[in-house]
């Protein structure tokens, strides 16, 4: 059951609406709230509560009782904190509390063991706690006071895919910020940071960093002008080599220093972060022992991008009952293993700069998986096994040679918000797309002329208006 209250005028919700005990759905964004419900607690079906855009000063300690809501959106209101209560809503995946007044953030959340995505953004927090026991994959707290991000934060936060810091008073970015080994994106634009850490540039996963606006003393504009790429080089340029191992008197030979592979994959590391990280190696094979060592560790994450794999390794099965993360973009496949199908706790799968053309239908018994990339391939059209991922919420298909949108196939991906169909083929946009609940669409670089590119150009609001207004009765 859904309910829309979108864009009005209501200064508080109906009574009636507390009392809808099988309401999954609850959006009343853009109108004029200034207190909820106590008894909004009551409907404890619910599992997207939107409130965005209104007026609200402070949230209910009730939100408690909201077990099953997975995403909560209260940002562009006024409060001053998040409610205690919060911690208890167990199956929360994403909080966005953008553009409040928040100061402070409740350690609790640390407990919220399946939430992946925190956006308090534009905010007046000053100091953050620790959040133990998160699985965060994305944290975003731009545009703060924050002035210290310490090793014992960062030694809880070791699944972070995503940290945008910026615009905030950091005056030290310590060393143990390498220990998230999946990191791939980190701003730190406009802080008060002096230096950077060498080390970073060491970390195999990063694709962006971002240090503009700092004022660092010892890496000058021209390099920090040249992109992630060259920074992280430069990075690498400054790490001072280990003093050679001096041997005994009676022995003789060669100073031994472990490789970054064997660095990033020794035991210790395996069982501190879960991830195998054996990308940038230039690899055509994995070798055995790795997928042991790994198979030991439990490892959740597998990131295999950057090497010269022309096949998804067979021993990736074995991993199968603990792994969530499937990162092999950048390699040289033709085909993917139907065998991948067995590994059913899949929930993100990146396939990206390849030479696919097609997935096995085996794969639509990946129920779980909810991020899907298969940019920079080959597919004309996307796999008919995407269209049973019932949990899928974020596909990315972008340069691609894709010709048209199966409209009745994404219909049935109910819980879709970002939808990528970029620099590909398409001729056109059926208008029954802007009835889809999505977050974000891009669909630039195509074929088609309508919608014309003043409409896309206005973002993904505008372009699912303009498509429902398309729409033939």
């Known amino acids: 059951m859904l309910l829309m209250s979108c864009h009005n005028e209501l200064v508080e919700l109906p009574p009636s609406v507390c009392r809808c005990k099988s309401l999954l759905y609850l959006h009343a964004e853009h109108n004029k709230l200034t207190v909820l419900d106590e008894n909004i607690g009551n409907i404890y079906c619910l599992e997207d509560l939107d ?17 099953r809501v997975s995403k909560f959106n209260c940002s562009h209101n006024r409060l001053k904190d998040l409610p205690l209560g919060i911690a208890s809503m167990n199956a929360l995946r994403m909080i966005e509390a953008t553009h409040n007044e928040i100061q402070s953030i409740p350690e609790e959340i640390g407990l919220l063991h399946h939430l992946e995505q925190l956006y308090l953004r534009h905010n007046q927090i000053k100091e953050l706690p620790v959040l133990q026991g998160t699985a965060l994959k ?54 008060d940071l002096s230096s950077i850490p060498y080390e970073v540039g060491d970390m195999a996963s990063l694709d962006s ?54 660095k990033r994959n020794s035991k210790h590391m395996l069982n501190t972060t879960h991830c195998l990280d054996y990308s940038n190696n230039s690899a055509t094979e994995v070798p055995e022992e790795v997928w042991w060592s790994a198979k030991e560790s439990q490892v959740i994450a597998v990131n295999l991008n950057k090497n010269c794999l022309q096949a998804i390794p067979d021993h990736i099965t074995s991993l199968s009952e603990t792994l969530n993360e499937l990162h092999i973009a950048g390699n040289k496949l033709t085909t993917v293993i139907a065998e991948l199908s067995i590994c059913s706790r899949l929930i993100v799968l990146d396939l990206s700069n390849n030479q696919l053309t097609g997935l096995p239908q085996e794969l639509e018994t990946l129920v779980g998986l909810r991020d899907l990339t298969l940019s920079y391939n080959r597919f004309s059209a996307l796999p008919a096994c995407v269209y049973r991922m019932k949990s899928l919420e974020n596909l990315l298909a972008s340069d691609n040679s894709i010709s048209s949108i199966d409209i009745d196939g994404l219909s049935c991906l109910q819980r879709l918000a970002v939808l990528d169909l970029q620099n590909n083929d398409i001729a056109a946009v059926p208008p029954e797309l802007g009835n889809m609940s999505l977050r974000a669409l891009q669909l630039g670089g195509n074929r088609f002329r309508v919608p014309r590119p003043n409409i896309i150009a206005k973002g993904t609001p505008a372009v699912l208006e303009y498509l429902r207004s398309r729409i033939t009765t």
């Not at 006071?145 to 030694?155: A, D, F, Q, V």
Request: aromatic share 2%; proline share 4%; hydrophobic share 35%.
């Open 138 to 191: 994305e944290l975003h707290l731009g545009n703060n006071n924050i002035k210290e991000l310490s090793p014992k934060h960062l030694e809880h936060l070791l699944s972070l895919l995503v940290l945008d810091i910026r615009d905030n008073k950091l005056t030290e970015l310590p060393v143990e910020i390498t220990l998230l080994t999946r990191l791939h994106r980190l701003d730190l634009t406009n802080n």
């Open 209 to 262: 960093l971002q240090i503009e606006g700092n004022s660092l003393k010892s890496i000058r504009r021209d390099i920090i002008m040249r992109g992630t790429v060259g920074l992280l080089k430069y990075l690498r340029s400054r790490i001072q080599e280990p003093e050679a191992v001096q041997e005994s008197q009676d022995k003789g030979g060669f100073p031994w220093t472990e490789s970054v592979a064997e």
């Open 51 to 67: 409130v965005s855009h209104n007026q609200l000063t402070c949230l209910p300690n009730t939100v408690n009782g909201l077990t």
